[in-house]
Structures are given as structure tokens and as C-alpha cells.
């Protein structure tokens, strides 16, 4: 149902195009449709690129010590980096529900990115960091991120979204869902 609306215009989609559309048709029009250049990124835009950077490189091991801008986070984050989680996860998918990958150009229908995943056994996480406001949308997006890691991992039987807002400096402004196998084929039609 969410993709209807802008599917006859666009072959492919991921979040921040529902997202954008949501917001504002005629500014999704122009960037994806009139493929029209943005305009370069505000302070706001730049500050959480900056901490959405610094927490992926403190999971991979590249970062020592712990930045102010995190440390309201500092156990999770040290906990993913022992479970060896994933940074940056491309969980790129077909419009048959088959996995693929972001550049398959010709295939991909939903390209799916995931700041931190971490599987194990039968349950995954999905995390995706953010800085600023709790917003609605992020709902859809861990339902989109729910999907994509059924589909690439098809040994899941659960799957756990997580919002890390690393604005509140608080562990309470986590925000997120659990989503079973058994509900993927509800969830696959919400999208279509």
C-alpha cells in the first residue's frame, strides 16, 4: 500500500524516498522524478552524519576511547562491537522478495541500508542510529528493515528494530519492535 502512490514513477525505492514522498510530493518530484541536484546539507544534516560516522567506526574497531556525542550509549555500543555486529548493512532486495544487492541496477527494488545488524542464531537486530527528534516515520523503517533482514536471513525467526536517538542521552529514548517470520508475508503486503 505505501509504494502504490509513487510506483508508477519510480522503479525503485528504500526509506528516505517513502519518507520524502510523505513529506513532500512535489520536492520528491523534483529530486527523484526531475532528478534535480539538492542542495548541500544544512549544519543539522552534517552534525548527524558526523555521530552516525563516529558510532559505525567505534563498532568496527576503529575508533578508541568513547565520544561525548555517545557516551550515553557506551555499553551498547562496546556490546556490538564484541559481537562483531555489521556496519552499514546493504540489505537490497527484488520485487519478487528475492535478496540482491545495492547495485544491481537492473533487479533491485528496494535498497534497504542498516547502520548495525548483528545475527544470531534464530534473532537478529536491526539498529539505526539517529541524532534529533523521535519521528513517526521511523515506524515504517524498522518495518522495512524487519522485511529486508527476513529476506537476507532466512534462518530469523525474529527480528528486533531498534531507534538509538543519541540526542536524548538517554538509554529510554530507545525506541523500536519485534517482528516474527510469521508475520512477514502481513508485513510484505503493507508494502506493496
Not at 509504494?3 to 520536492?27: A, E, G, H, P
Not at 552524519?49 to 578508541?64: D, S
Not at 561525548?68 to 557506551?74: C, I, M, R, S, V
Not at 534497504?112 to 539498529?127: F, H, L, N, P, R
Request: glycine letters at 4%.
Amino acid at each position: 500500500m505505501v509504494i502504490m502512490s509513487i510506483k508508477n514513477n519510480i522503479k525503485d525505492w528504500s526509506y528516505s524516498r517513502i519518507s520524502n514522498y510523505l513529506t513532500c510530493q512535489l520536492q520528491f518530484e523534483h529530486k527523484n522524478i526531475m532528478k534535480e541536484v539538492e542542495q548541500q546539507p544544512y549544519f543539522v544534516s552534517e552534525r548527524g552524519t558526523r555521530i552516525h560516522k563516529l558510532a559505525e567506526q567505534l563498532v568496527l574497531g576503529n575508533v578508541t576511547g568513547m565520544p561525548d556525542e555517545l557516551k550515553a550509549f557506551a555499553y551498547e555500543l562496546k556490546e556490538l562491537k564484541r559481537l562483531q555486529a555489521s556496519a552499514e548493512t546493504d540489505l537490497t532486495f527484488t520485487q519478487n522478495w528475492k535478496p540482491t544487492h545495492a547495485k544491481d541496477w537492473s533487479g533491485a527494488w528496494c535498497r534497504v541500508a542498516i547502520d548495525s545488524t548483528v545475527t544470531q542464531e534464530t534473532i537478529g537486530t536491526a539498529i539505526d542510529y539517529t541524532s534529533g527528534k523521535v519521528y513517526d516515520a521511523h515506524e515504517l523503517k524498522g518495518l522495512i528493515d524487519a522485511v529486508a533482514m527476513f529476506i537476507h536471513f532466512p534462518l530469523l525467526e525474529q527480528v528486533d528494530v531498534e531507534f538509538w536517538y543519541f540526542d536524548s542521552m538517554s538509554k529510554e529514548n530507545v525506541m523500536g519492535d519485534t517482528y516474527t517470520r510469521g508475520q512477514l508475508p502481513e508485513l510484505q503486503k503493507y508494502l506493496v
